[in-house]
């Protein structure tokens, strides 16, 4: 199966900018989908961003404008870099891959649609 293996997380003070990054190892043949979540204390796991194999992308309406996601397909890298943070992005952030095909149209930011999950980083945004 896929492994992943978040970095990038930290602190940094609200309007300051982050980039994530995700490594996946094990990578088959077939296409797959990337996504970033995210899930604060008390809170559902929500989906970020996506990029599939061909890098079209998605985002969640919270982020559209500020983060951007990306793939290095080359490299199994997946990127998210976020710009303008804000104190409600404080979550630990999640890459998530599963194969293009067994993704559902319409639920690439849900989490229950990915099947391979990194261990997570912690973003920190203060005031």
């Known amino acids: 199966q896929v492994q992943l293996v978040e970095s990038g997380g930290g602190s940094v003070q609200a309007g300051g900018s982050l980039r994530l990054s995700c490594v996946a190892s094990?990578?088959?043949?077939?296409?797959?989908?990337m996504g970033w979540f995210r899930q604060a204390p008390g809170k559902e796991r929500e989906g970020v961003a996506s990029?599939?194999?061909?890098?079209?992308?998605m985002y969640a309406a919270a982020v559209k404008g500020r983060f951007t996601a990306s793939r290095d397909n080359a490299k199994n890298t997946l990127y998210l870099h976020m710009n303008t943070l804000k104190p409600e992005d404080t979550a630990m952030y999640y890459c998530?891959?599963?194969?293009?095909?067994?993704?559902?149209?319409?639920?690439?930011?849900?989490?229950?649609?990915?099947?391979?999950w990194g261990q997570g980083t912690q973003v920190t945004v203060s005031s």
């Open positions: 998530a891959a599963e194969r293009s095909s067994r993704v559902r149209v319409g639920l690439v930011l849900d989490a229950l649609e990915y099947n391979n």
């Open positions: 990029v599939d194999s061909d890098g079209s992308t």
């Open positions: 094990g990578y088959p043949d077939s296409r797959y989908i």
